[in-house]
C-alpha cells in the first residue's frame, strides 16, 4: 500500500485565498517532500522537509512537518490561477521515494 | 540541459504484445525509477533501482521487467502486456546524499493496451 495519504482528494478555492493540503504517512522517514503536477505533465519538486525540521518556507509555499503525528502539510498563500495543479507528496526514505495519491487543487478565477 | 528524457510518448498495444519503454537521464544521477499513474491511485513504484547493473522491486513490479546497464539508461519492458497494464508510466532520477532529495521526473508515457 501506499505510504502517503493526501487530504482532500479535492479542493476549489477562490483566487487569492489561501490553500492547505495535508498528508499523513505510516512509517519512519529522513525527509517528506511536495511535488505539483500540471495536467499531462510531469512532476515538479516544489519543497522538501527533512524528519529534523518542523516548518519550512519558499515563497509563498509554506510546509509543516508533525512526526509525532506522521503528518505534514502544505499551505499555498495568495493563491493564483497558475496554482491549478494536483500535489503530491512523498516521503525520502535511503533508497526509495514513495508517492500518495495526491489532492487536486482548483483555483477559480 | 534536458533532463530526464522519456520514450515513447504514446503507445498503443494489443493483449500479448511486447514493449520497452526507454529512460534517459543526464545528470549523472546515481538513483532510478518507474512509476504508472492511474486514476485516483496516486503515483505507484514499479521498479527501481540505485545504481548502474542494480534494480530493485517497488510496490507493483508483475508483469514489468527493468535493466540498468547503463548509469544513464533505466530500461522499462512488458513482455505480454494486459489492458491492466493501461496507463500513464513515469521515470524519475534522483541524486543521492545519503537519503532520496529531489527527483527529477521525465513527461511521461501514456500506454494504452486493448
Known amino acids: 500500500s501506499q505510504q502517503g495519504e493526501e487530504d482532500p482528494q479535492a479542493l476549489s478555492i477562490q483566487e487569492g485565498e489561501n490553500a492547505t493540503m495535508n498528508c499523513s504517512y505510516k512509517?519512519?522517514?529522513?525527509?517528506l517532500q511536495w511535488y505539483r503536477q500540471n495536467s499531462g505533465r510531469g512532476l515538479v519538486h516544489l519543497i522538501l522537509i527533512r524528519s529534523n525540521e518542523r516548518e519550512k518556507h519558499s515563497g509563498r509555499l509554506r510546509v509543516t512537518l508533525d512526526t509525532s503525528k506522521k503528518s505534514s502539510s502544505l499551505l499555498i498563500t495568495a493563491s493564483r490561477a497558475a496554482d491549478t495543479a494536483s500535489y503530491f507528496c512523498a516521503t525520502g526514505g535511503a533508497q526509495k521515494l514513495v508517492f500518495g495519491q495526491g489532492t487536486r487543487l482548483t483555483i477559480n478565477p | 540541459n534536458a533532463g530526464v528524457t522519456q520514450t515513447p510518448k504514446f503507445r498503443v498495444l494489443k493483449t500479448g504484445q511486447s514493449m520497452t519503454l526507454l529512460c534517459a537521464q543526464d545528470m549523472n544521477h546515481e538513483y532510478m525509477y518507474w512509476y504508472r499513474q492511474d486514476p485516483g491511485m496516486g503515483l505507484r513504484l514499479i521498479h527501481y533501482s540505485v545504481g548502474e547493473g542494480t534494480t530493485a522491486k517497488g510496490e507493483v513490479p508483475d508483469g514489468y521487467n527493468v535493466s540498468r546497464l547503463k548509469k544513464q539508461n533505466f530500461l522499462l519492458g512488458l513482455e505480454s502486456a494486459a489492458p491492466s497494464q493501461t496507463s500513464v508510466y513515469f521515470c524519475a532520477s534522483s541524486p543521492h546524499w545519503g537519503e532520496i532529495t529531489e527527483a527529477f521526473f521525465g513527461q511521461g508515457t501514456r500506454l494504452t493496451v486493448v
Open positions: 512509517t519512519s522517514i529522513n525527509n
